[in-house]
């Protein structure tokens, strides 16, 4: 049968701003395209993670672009989205009275030379029942919405080449296209039962720019070598535990927040997706922060991606061969190639999601002093360790760090949270500078490397009892933000994780306790309290940290509360969206808040749900499992 061809009618009723846990990502371990359940992409950056979005229409639904295919919209139409099992590849469902629609959605992964010039997004419609008429719009914003596009159309207007000054994109159609007013193509159209149509964009040097084949054959080889190559590379996965789907997405996610070429993990793919809407705290995760090192290596060896662990160490030891005698302080975070540079600036012709301006590029906490950054490289790097031995040269380095660190832990600094209320001598900073030492002095003791031990050992027994007397306040019986303070802070509970204290220490339960009763709301944990805590120089209030909530849950574990934490985990899992993704926050009645997905909360879901799973495989031997 044909496909009916029609005049184009777009449907415009959707075009507004869709909650942030409506989306699924796709993406081809370069960048990434946010699909919304209303079948519209509405984020993605080419060729890579950090260059300038093509579909921005997240943060602005005007200006932003998109790349939409959906159905006329009909009352109570129903929408569902899934992954393929064990894949990244996305399928949305539109179910109606007259037909149910499905859009598969992919990115096929390429390799060779071209790889990092060419990306393809291929997008399948098909009807399983019924008939229903579809819009289809594609309309690129080029450089944030900041470049003009020409437009040159194939002879039978079933392709066309979006022409900016830096990029060309081209879209084949199964189907003839046309211009509408806004720089975009339209296309309108009717499937029946058992029919599809077929679109796909092409991202390359507009010089290379090539003709796609469209032809069902063509579609089906791309897809089914997309889902082989996600199927067997999850089947590295040893995980076999109570919540081994969660911990299976989780996994995809962070493979699809992976850099090919460099083993970088960005935090997010996005940015500027509000932490409070309304509010100012919207920054750009496109980058690679070295806090989230030791929660990386640690995840992907735990669950036995040896490769990924191993590109990710490339990266580290990269960073840490740049340092030059009179310049020893590493950066919080880096680009994605590694890169020193993330100058943050404003997009004031966005208006920001759901009107929460401003849109920031870059993020000026690359200049912060955070001295926690060493204890998470050299916790990262003792970690990586245990499976492969680091090299001299790396050792080498490691020491000159710590024998800067040696001299400089006292100082106040920006910490974990990068406030931009001025610098204070945080009490995380100071537990990651003695798990610095700790990770230093276990290193050479392993290895035999040869260490100043005397002086690392001293330094690291001062700064023990230091954070003992005056990170402990007394009065509220709890850890505190910073010296000085009576203000809780979740990042206390990494004293368990890192080992600086027993889980059930005095000072440790006590400060469970307080946290509890002043950062938590059932199963949710605020990183701080902003009226009590550091000033963070923006004033307003944000959600429920996810990560936080993941070591709350891990450290009741640890504690010996398994089923407390076990009740906790199951509580936080039910916050992920509908194809098991997480946003940075959780906003008060579930809602997702901050940049998606973000890396560091399904880090923290990993090491919980392993730990978990491990102390209550401890509590009842006989339901114990093999996880290796």
């Known amino acids: 049968m044909a496909i009916d061809s029609q005049p184009t009618i777009l449907n415009r009723s959707a075009n507004g701003y869709q ?33 300038p979005s093509v ?7 005007q200006k932003g672009g998109r790349f939409r295919i959906a159905p006329i919209e009909t009352p109570n139409m129903g929408h569902k989205q899934i992954y ?3 894949t990244n590849i996305l399928i949305t469902r539109f179910l109606t009275v007259d037909g149910v629609a499905e859009i598969t959605d992919f990115m096929p992964i390429k390799r060779g030379k071209r790889s990092h010039r060419q990306h393809h997004i291929v997008r399948s419609v098909s009807v399983v029942r ?19 596009h020409t437009l040159t159309f194939a002879d039978d207007r079933e392709g066309v080449i ?36 077929r679109f796909i964009l092409e991202s390359t040097n507009c010089d290379e720019i090539a003709p796609q084949d469209h032809s069902e054959a063509h579609y089906r080889a791309e897809f089914n070598e997309t889902m082989a190559y996600w199927q067997s590379w999850l089947a590295q996965c040893q995980y076999q535990g109570r919540w081994r789907e969660m911990v299976q997405r989780s996994a995809l996610v962070l493979k699809l ?50 490769q990924e662990a191993e590109a990710f160490m490339g990266w580290l030891d990269t960073r840490c061969h740049e340092l030059k005698n009179n310049e020893m302080m590493l950066q919080p975070m880096y680009t994605i190639d590694g890169k020193h540079d993330l100058t943050e600036f404003t997009l004031d012709h966005l208006e920001g999601y759901k009107k929460s301006g401003p849109v920031r590029i870059g ?41 800067w660190l040696k001299d400089n832990w006292q100082k106040p600094d920006e910490g974990i949270w990068e406030v931009r209320g001025g610098p204070k001598p945080f009490v995380h900073s100071r537990l990651m500078s003695w798990v610095a030492f700790d990770r230093g002095l276990r290193l050479a003791r392993h290895r035999g490397l ?32 910073y010296y000085g303070s009576d203000a809780v802070d979740a990042s206390s509970l990494l004293m368990v994780l890192t080992k600086f204290a027993g889980p059930t220490d005095p000072r440790i339960l006590s400060t469970i306790q307080r946290i509890q009763r002043d950062l938590s709301s059932d199963s949710l944990v605020h990183r701080y309290h902003p009226k009590k805590a550091a000033p963070d120089g923006l004033g307003s209030t944000e959600g429920t940290f996810s990560p936080c909530s993941f070591w709350m849950a891990e450290t009741l574990a640890r504690a010996g509360r398994v089923q407390e934490a076990r009740l906790m985990l199951e509580k936080m899992l039910s916050y992920a969206n509908h194809v098991g993704l997480y946003a940075e926050e959780i906003g008060p009645t579930g809602e997702a808040l901050g940049n998606f997905p973000q890396a560091f909360t399904h880090l923290s879901l990993i090491t919980a749900c392993y730990n978990v799973d491990q102390a209550l495989n401890r509590t009842h031997p006989a339901q114990s499992r093999t996880f290796f």
Request: proline share 5%; charged share 15%; aromatic share 12%.
């Open 130 to 148: 019924g008939s229903l008429s579809f819009d289809m719009v594609c309309q690129p914003a080029f450089n944030y919405a900041r470049d003009v």
């Open 19 to 51: 909650p942030i846990e409506d989306y699924a990502v796709i993406g081809d371990l370069h960048t990434v395209a946010l699909v919304g359940k209303n079948g519209s992409i509405d984020w993605c950056c080419l060729p890579r993670f950090d260059s």
């Open 55 to 61: 579909f921005g229409a997240l943060l602005d639904t």
């Open 363 to 403: 993020n000026g906490a690359y200049s912060q002093v955070q001295l926690d950054i060493y204890g998470e490289l050299m916790d990262a790097i003792y970690i990586y360790n245990q499976y492969a031995s680091i090299s001299y040269d790396l050792w080498e380095n490691l020491c000159r760090l710590l024998n």
């Open 257 to 306: 927040l992976t850099y090919a070429p460099t083993g970088a993990i960005v935090a997010a793919p996005t940015t500027s997706l509000p932490e409070t809407l309304g509010g100012t705290r919207n920054w750009d995760y496109r980058y690679t922060w070295l806090r989230d090192a030791a929660f990386s290596l640690y995840s992907l060896l735990t669950l036995g991606f040896t």
């Open 84 to 86: 393929l099992p064990e």
């Open 450 to 481: 040869p260490a100043p031990v005397d002086t690392w050992t001293r330094t690291s027994a001062q700064i023990y009892q230091e954070i003992m007397s005056k990170g402990w306040n007394e009065k509220i019986g709890s850890f505190v933000q």
């Open 162 to 197: 979006f022409h900016s000054q830096s990029m060309c994109l081209a879209l084949v159609s199964s189907i003839p296209l046309q211009a509408n007013d806004e720089g975009g193509v339209e296309a309108h159209f009717t499937l029946h039962q058992g029919q599809s149509a």
